[in-house]
């Protein structure tokens, strides 16, 4: 059998994986320099822009060891954001061993420590690497303790390099044939082969990412997939290098991806088992454990006719995201939509970037939720994610909201304007120590709904980019709740309404108000936006008339021009939806959840 | 090819452009140059060129030319008998109609009594001045070389000359203006009695001095208050003064309606020549490259001076004619349009045309369909769903 090494790179956001991903595969040969760019595995558009990965990539690198052996690795680089930890969790279940970066100047953060129980929930082998050393303010001796006192990880194990020079990247890549286990697994026996990935190409139909555990498959193949016992014939099979490359046999121990013209996107499922239909498995893989998502929105599209393309484009997205969870849901100023869930806003927001990118969808997001639980006069308990179910408030007895524990990793001079923060989002139950001279870790007990209302950006601005924030569900807490409803000319906008404390409500009916005045564009008439509690307006603006919209001269040598800028204005308006006469851009639905500066 | 766009009984117009001036405006986005960069005598020759060579096409041989029109730029840069030797190129090789609107642009310290006689006797009967305003701080910050003086003797020269057809161009919004100051210009220019005001709200357009002014934040215009009193009280002004707002910034006395100009709202045919002008043959609109030097070479090499074609499909060009033929008051001509394009107005909008008639955005009188004055000073927003 081949010598296989397979592993994941983990670490906190921006400690350096992917610019380490990027040297393993130029040392090992696999790109031309006139194909390299930084972050070569960052390939969506959106992870480019960012600068940040969303999506896990596997990457296959031959490589001749001082051993004198060829061995194949497989790497995966994941992503470092707490939103896409699902991705990692998955990479992980197809390794044997794991990277744990850690960057040399900000030492152990709060995705270190989440992905390394993950890693260790995996049973996986961990070797940590300590980045960056190349940094003037990096203090490697500082982080080794850490590793070996915080982390009860082996000190002997531990590497150093500089992701960007290169240094200490050839050690690594010793230390991954030598520490890490050789995957188990026998050719021999019937194919089990773990679904980890998909995505959907629409020549060939879903590109199937699994891990082969036992067994090998071959083009010619028939293979089932034991969740639902859908047969397809395999067309290819291959590995992942910067595209795919199509090889003859995938057996037991290898990472790659199948191609059998699977057009049916339900039928694939990450997570699932794929066998031979001649001498099948007698048992499926263990199932990804499931993740819970924990923000709620309804996405609709901006023009009824497309409800049918976002529907295939769900489908086809979810294949690729398999944290995103959608079911049917309908408005009355949006007609028909889909519930979502999400494990952030920031995976709500690349969600939506990538339906609009991805599938030329224009869509419309509803203000984001979290699940309350109501408890009602007649004994009953409701859950309730989305304010368009309400109950009436006269039979509510009480109602209670998920509260997080929040970790946040920052230099000490910005304790006192962070514990602030968090105080005023209704915290509890505060404490800190200091891991490293200088960085402080502090956790809060926090409603979870008071962090997806800008939480996030607050902290970045108010630490400049040096806080970490991670968070884990704790439990659910005594809490009095109402429904904040917005009126667009009288007329109540459900898409907008949110739940929301009752101490808070005032104050978010204002910043709803004010937010949707800065977001609608004048229009020919005068617009009044309120926020209503019940029956009571608590808060109003209001959006002058716009008065004069005209071009002032159009002759012979211009009329094109004129008539561009004209159609630009009537695509800015596609990008609106109309709730009675007014057009409510896209960005107005988030809006209302985000911070001034927005 | 469809005929039907272009019926060939239906005449066209010539624009001629003249893309230099004495020095440049702050706020023009025009294609003109400070003419003492240039080879003039040059371009004019490159034009006489451009003219014998288009009279030869096969979709302007056989039509009937109703207005010539020469613009710029500032085209009485040239003598009077240089421009005069144009025109008559252009009678001589073009079938003109019996009494053609011709017109010249013209600016205030531009132009003389010797220039003027030699348009007159070459046939131009419509003269356009650039007045823009006759307040003399005003004209300081527009750049303009010109007085309140000039610009009051330039209207009193082509009077005497016998000139019975005069627009004088205005423009309003301008940095430091208020509504007073605006009414007095207008009052002035109703003192040399014109036929015809084409009056602008200043634009601060890209490239131009007021838009780097207008970036560093140096550039105090009106606000949108003040600036929706001013076209308030122009249009009631000149209404009470006997003009009729025929177009969104045109004005005229009855029957001085610019002949040219309302051949481009309502999308028909002409010839553009010289550099950056445009033509609209058929269904296809060609424009000639704008820098005069590359034009001036392009024609002397023999080479098309062209800079870019545009086609449109049916639809495309029936929703543009709508769109600028809403900007005259008057509306577009449903009947005219319908035989035109082979499309009904109603059936291909459908609801959002209801829905405007509804909403009082637009109105239906006689066979024309029109804003409304509610609509009128938020065309945009109208022009924009139907583009
Ligand atoms: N000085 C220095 N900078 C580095 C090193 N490694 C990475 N960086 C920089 O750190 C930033 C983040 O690097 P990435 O490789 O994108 O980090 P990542 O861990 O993949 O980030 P996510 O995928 O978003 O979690 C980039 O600006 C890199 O250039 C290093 O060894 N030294
Ligand atoms: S005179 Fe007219 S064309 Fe010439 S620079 Fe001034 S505004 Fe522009
Ligand atoms: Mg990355």
Redesign the pocket.
């Known amino acids: 059998m081949k010598n296989i090494r397979n592993f994941s790179i983990i670490?906190h956001?921006?400690?350096?994986?992917?610019?380490?991903a990027d040297r393993l595969i130029q040392i090992c040969n696999m790109v031309s320099d006139r194909q390299f760019k930084?972050?070569i595995l960052d390939n969506m558009d959106i992870e480019r822009e960012r600068?940040?990965?969303i999506k896990s990539q596997t990457f296959c690198l031959p490589y001749k060891a001082k051993d004198g052996k060829e061995y194949i690795l497989n790497l995966v680089?994941t992503?470092?954001?707490v939103d896409f930890s699902y991705e990692v969790a998955r990479a992980l279940d197809s390794c044997e061993g794991a990277l744990l970066?850690i960057d040399a100047s900000q030492g152990i953060e709060a995705q270190t420590l989440a992905n390394l129980f993950l890693a260790m929930e995996s049973d996986l082998e961990i070797i940590p690497v300590i980045?960056?050393i190349?940094?003037p303010s990096a203090d490697p001796e500082a982080v080794a303790l850490q590793i070996e006192e915080d982390l009860g990880l082996d000190g002997e194990l531990i590497q150093q390099?500089?992701?960007?020079?290169g240094e200490g990247v050839d050690n690594i890549l010793e230390a991954i044939v030598r520490y890490l286990p050789e995957p188990e697994g026998d050719p021999q026996e019937p194919l089990q082969a773990l679904i980890f990935d998909a995505n959907y190409d629409s020549f060939r139909g879903t590109v199937i990412s699994c891990r082969i555990v036992n067994g090998r498959v071959k083009a010619g193949d028939t293979i089932v997939f034991m969740s639902n016992q859908a047969e397809y014939r395999v067309e290819e099979v291959g590995i992942f290098r910067l595209t795919r490359e199509p090889v003859k046999e995938l057996q037991a121990g290898e990472i790659g991806y199948i191609l059998a013209g699977v057009k049916t996107v339900s039928d694939t499922r990450a997570g699932d088992t794929i066998t031979l239909k001649q001498n099948p498995c007698s048992i499926a893989l263990p199932d990804f454990k499931p993740i819970q998502q924990v923000v709620f929105s309804s996405i609709y599209p901006i023009s009824t006719d497309d409800y049918e393309d976002l529907t295939a484009a769900l489908e086809k997205l979810k294949l690729n995201d398999a944290s995103l969870t959608f079911q049917k849901d309908s408005s009355s100023a949006l007609g028909f939509g889909f519930r979502c869930g999400f494990l952030g806003l920031l995976h709500l927001e690349v969600v939506q970037e990538r339906l609009e990118r991805e599938f030329d969808i224009p869509i419309i997001l509803t203000v984001p939720s979290v699940v309350y639980h109501f408890y009602l006069q007649d004994g009953t308990m409701k859950k309730i994610d989305n304010p368009a179910y309400f109950p009436d408030p006269a039979g509510i007895d009480r109602t209670e909201e998920p509260f997080i524990k929040a970790t946040i990793h920052m230099p000490e001079r910005y304790m006192g304007s962070v514990m602030n923060l968090c105080m005023e989002r209704r915290g509890e139950n505060t404490n800190y120590h200091y891991p490293m001279p200088g960085r402080i870790e502090f956790t809060c007990e926090l409603p979870l709904a008071e962090v997806i209302y800008d939480f996030y950006d607050k902290l970045k601005s108010i630490t400049q980019g040096y806080g970490s924030f991670d968070y884990e569900l704790q439990d659910y807490r005594p809490s009095d709740l109402v429904k904040l409803d917005i009126l667009v000319n009288g007329e109540r906008v459900d898409a907008l309404s949110q739940l929301v404390h009752r101490a808070n409500s005032r104050a978010r009916g204002l910043h709803a108000c004010e937010r949707l005045k800065e977001e609608i564009p004048r229009q020919m008439f005068k617009i009044a936006i309120q926020g209503a509690i019940g029956g009571t307006i608590i808060s109003r603006t209001t959006i002058s008339a716009l008065r004069k919209d005209v071009t002032a001269k159009c002759y012979g040598g211009d009329i094109s021009r004129k008539r561009k800028l004209l159609e630009k204005q009537k695509a800015g308006k596609k990008r609106m939806k109309t709730v009675g006469n007014v057009d409510i851009p896209q960005k107005a639905f988030l809006a209302v959840l985000k911070s001034d500066q927005g | 090819m469809k005929p039907d766009l272009d019926p060939a009984e239906r005449p066209g117009s010539i624009y001629i452009h003249i893309p230099f001036c004495q020095n440049k405006c702050a706020y023009c986005a025009f294609n003109s140059y400070p003419a003492h960069h240039f080879d003039i005598n040059g371009y004019l020759a490159a034009l006489e060129k451009e003219i014998d060579a288009m009279s030869a096409h096969l979709l302007i041989r056989q039509k009937k030319i109703f207005s010539l029109f020469i613009g710029g730029g500032t085209p009485t840069i040239y003598s009077g008998r240089q421009l005069g030797r144009l025109i008559r190129s252009c009678r001589k090789l073009y079938h003109f109609t019996d009494r053609p609107e011709i017109s010249v642009e013209t600016n205030p310290n531009q132009i003389d009594m010797k220039t003027l006689i030699g348009l007159k006797e070459a046939g131009v009967n419509r003269l356009s001045i650039g007045i823009q305003s006759f307040a003399a701080p005003l004209l300081k910050r527009l750049s303009r070389t010109h007085t309140v003086e000039d610009g009051l003797k330039a209207i009193k020269l082509a009077r005497n000359a016998g000139f019975d057809n005069i627009n004088l161009d205005l423009m309003y919004g301008l940095p430091g203006q208020n509504v007073e100051d605006w009414r007095q210009t207008l009052e002035t220019a109703l003192t040399t009695s014109p036929e015809h005001l084409a009056i602008y709200e200043l634009m601060v357009e890209k490239n131009t001095a007021f838009a780097n002014l207008a970036a560093a934040n140096k550039l105090e215009l009106p606000n949108e208050d003040t600036i929706v009193h001013m076209e308030k009280m122009t249009l009631q002004f000149l209404q009470s003064a006997g003009f009729i707002r025929y177009e969104i910034a045109n004005y005229a006395r009855p029957g001085y309606e610019c002949e040219h100009n309302i051949n481009y709202w309502t999308n028909g045919t002409y010839l553009g020549l010289g550099a950056g002008a445009v033509s609209c043959l058929n269904n296809m609109r060609i424009t000639n490259v704008s820098d005069p030097d590359q034009y001036r070479l392009l024609i002397t090499n023999d080479k098309p001076p062209f800079a870019g074609v545009e086609c449109l499909c049916r639809d495309a060009r029936f929703r543009e004619t709508v769109i600028m033929g809403l900007r005259m008051t008057g509306g577009v001509d449903m009947t005219d349009i319908e035989s035109r394009f082979n499309l009904t107005l109603s059936d291909y909008y459908g609801s959002i045309l209801q829905n405007f008639i509804a909403r009082n955005l637009l109105e239906i009188s006689g066979d024309h369909l029109r804003l409304t004055e509610r609509s009128l000073p938020v065309a945009n927003q109208i022009l924009s769903e139907l583009v």
């Open positions: 670490a956001i921006d400690h350096g994986k992917s610019t380490l930084d972050q600068g940040i990965t680089d992503p470092g954001h970066l980045n960056k190349d940094l390099c500089s992701a960007k020079t």
